[in-house]
């Protein structure tokens, strides 16, 4: 019998979802567009993957899929609201039928007993801001997201008590060209992704310092994509370079986030590599400020990374997984002067090439808790693939529920070792996009039946990881036979 300790009374078990991959609606009630309704548009045109026209139709399915959440046990389901549903220009004149459709999803979460956990910005910026100022790439963004942040905070501040301002910021960074829909011109500019950076702090800490003053009780976090990085070697070379991964791509993050600072060594090095951003006088203090209300960290994990000393001329790079989930096809991350990824062999990959690696939550949820002492919330953790639709209704899908349970033990772990952690919320609650292989690779415990080229009915089916989880939270994670 695969048994764990319980954990902790008042601990929650839910799901997550963001609005661009999951509601579809795209033009619907007064929306408009936003940068991912764009980019996915392009990604479709290009690769023929689905686009957000209907992803997979919650806004249409909501009652059902809180349901379908409400029968597996939820406590907590973690949702973005998009921007330009309820701000259909990102600032000035609200859209009352977006607005009622989040009162609506809200008030149907409560009455099922389901704590709300809201994500202000999960990649969809309103077109209309990127179409006026490049989005991120101005500082205009900062007084518009602490609009739009006071907005929702008044509107639903009375029935949400947990905010997340920002959805994996260090990966819109890193991804800035993909992530943001901005001009050639600044995707060009090196100097453009740091200077984004310093703007979503500036807006973060805003954000949560509306949290704070709107929202009674209110509870302020941010949820950022999260790997250990780990030394290929025990070279000092390596573990150097490990050392200075976890600080380019975690902590620079976090300790914006939990001491309103940035971290000296990556300062140093955005110097030296002429990536430097400006800081106004005031700034420092508006992310102090910040910091005094950063309630939680959300942390993101679906895989460990593994670095080396890095190969001398090779230029800059991102990770690039592979597409096609078949394995290998990888492109490891590179940053001059600091670290280049590498395949760790210790660790299995996933058909999409991510190693699985349950240990590595543990050991991110204790380093983070150690350093920084504040409680976490998982907002992400999940396997993706290719699931079958059997012609008796069934899926099934084995391999994520191995993939989940040996994650809860490393948090149950992770907990007995002092951290305070108190939400687990998988990707995903259901069937989404993802956000580079369509519809075709799959996270849900509710499988939705559509593919890229066909939207058919969405109607919704249960995996046999629904019935598992089900039984898990049943339990509070004691039983995860
Ligand atoms: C995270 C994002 C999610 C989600 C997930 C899975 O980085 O916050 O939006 O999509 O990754 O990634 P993918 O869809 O690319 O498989």
Redesign the pocket.
């Known amino acids: 019998m695969q048994e764990v300790k319980a954990f902790p009374k008042g601990f929650m078990w839910g799901a997550a979802t963001?609005a661009y991959?999951c509601e579809g609606a795209a033009l619907e009630d007064g929306k408009k567009e936003n940068q991912q309704d764009v980019i996915n548009r392009q990604i479709h045109d290009e690769y023929g993957y689905a686009d957000c026209s209907v992803a997979t139709d919650h806004y249409h399915h909501y009652k059902e899929d809180v349901a379908l959440m409400a029968e597996m046990g939820f406590t907590s389901y973690r949702f973005s609201i998009n921007w330009s549903r309820v701000l259909p220009d990102g600032v000035g004149e609200p859209n009352p039928k977006g607005v009622e459709f989040y009162h609506n999803l809200i008030d149907e979460l409560k009455a099922h007993g389901i704590e709300p956990i809201v994500t202000m910005w999960?990649y969809d910026l309103p077109m209309a801001l990127v179409n006026k100022y490049d989005g991120w790439g101005s500082r205009q963004i900062v007084d518009d997201f602490e609009y739009y942040a006071r907005f929702i905070c008044k509107e639903y501040g009375s029935k949400v008590k947990y905010w997340l301002t920002i959805?994996?910021q260090s990966?819109v960074v890193n991804y800035i060209d993909r992530k943001n829909l901005i001009t050639k011109e600044d995707q060009f500019n090196p100097k453009f992704r740091y200077q984004a950076n310093h703007y979503m702090n500036l807006a973060h800490a805003k954000a949560a310092i509306a949290v704070h003053e709107l929202v009674p009780g209110g509870q302020c976090g941010a949820a950022l994509?999260m790997a250990p990085y780990y030394p290929a070697s025990s070279s000092p070379e390596d573990v150097l370079a490990a050392k200075n991964a976890s600080n380019f791509k975690n902590y620079f993050y976090m300790d914006a986030y939990f001491k309103g600072t940035y971290t000296p060594s990556v300062m140093a090095y955005l110097k030296r590599q002429g990536l430097d951003f400006v800081i106004e006088d005031g700034d420092m203090d508006i992310m102090k400020k910040g910091a005094e209300c950063f309630d939680f960290l959300g942390i993101?994990y679906y895989q460990s990374a593994c670095v080396k000393s890095p190969t001398p001329g090779l230029a800059r790079r991102s990770k690039q997984n592979n597409k096609i989930g078949k394995g290998g096809h990888v492109t490891y991350e590179v940053q001059p002067d600091l670290f280049e990824g590498c395949k760790n062999e210790y660790l299995k990959d996933t058909d999409f090439s991510m190693p699985i690696d349950p240990m590595g939550l543990r050991y991110v949820l204790e380093d983070i808790y150690d350093r920084y002492h504040k409680p976490m919330m998982i907002c992400?953790n999940g396997f993706?693939a290719y699931d079958k639709l059997e012609e008796d209704g069934s899926i099934h899908d084995p391999y994520r529920i191995e993939y989940i349970r040996a994650h809860i033990k490393a948090m149950r772990e992770a907990i007995e070792n002092g951290v305070e952690l108190i939400a687990y919320n998988p990707?995903s609650a259901f069937d989404l996009l993802?956000?580079?292989?369509g519809i075709a690779?799959r996270?849900g415990f509710v499988y939705v039946d559509r593919t890229d080229d066909d939207v058919k009915e969405c109607k919704r089916y249960k995996k046999d990881s629904f019935y598992w989880y089900k039984n898990v939270i049943a339990t509070n994670g004691k039983n995860l036979e």
């Open positions: 963001s991959q999960h959805n994996e990966i994509d993101n992400e993706g990707w993802s956000t580079s292989n690779k996270y």
